[in-house]
């Protein structure tokens, strides 16, 4: 079984593409999991994949976002999640 990690990131994050942007970048490194906003302005996701390289890559990504994001903070935990393989997919 592959280890999912569960990560909220704050700051300017709503409004500015950050889910989209989140899926687009999970799918081209073949990763698995989901990304929603929250009701406090965070945005909250579940990750998994067969490359422990290109989820701790994601990680490194989440921590700059896309243009017009502005990442306060980056919480990123393992969690003991199931993540349907093959999808990434943006929650609403």
Known sequence: ???SYRFVVTGHV?????RVATRRKAQAMGLSGWVRNCPDGSVEGLVAG???AAV????????RG?????VETLEWQAVD????AGAFVVRR
Do not use: H
């Not at 709503?14 to 950050?18: A, L, M, R, W």
């Not at 896309?66 to 502005?70: F, I, L, Q, R, V």
């Not at 999640?81 to 349907?84: F, K, L």
């Open 14 to 18: 709503q409004g500015v593409g950050f």
């Open 1 to 3: 079984m592959q280890e």
């Open 56 to 63: 701790i890559g994601l990680r490194d990504w989440l921590r």
């Open 81 to 84: 999640a199931p993540v349907d």
């Open 66 to 70: 896309p243009p017009g994001a502005k």
């Open 50 to 52: 067969p490359s422990y």
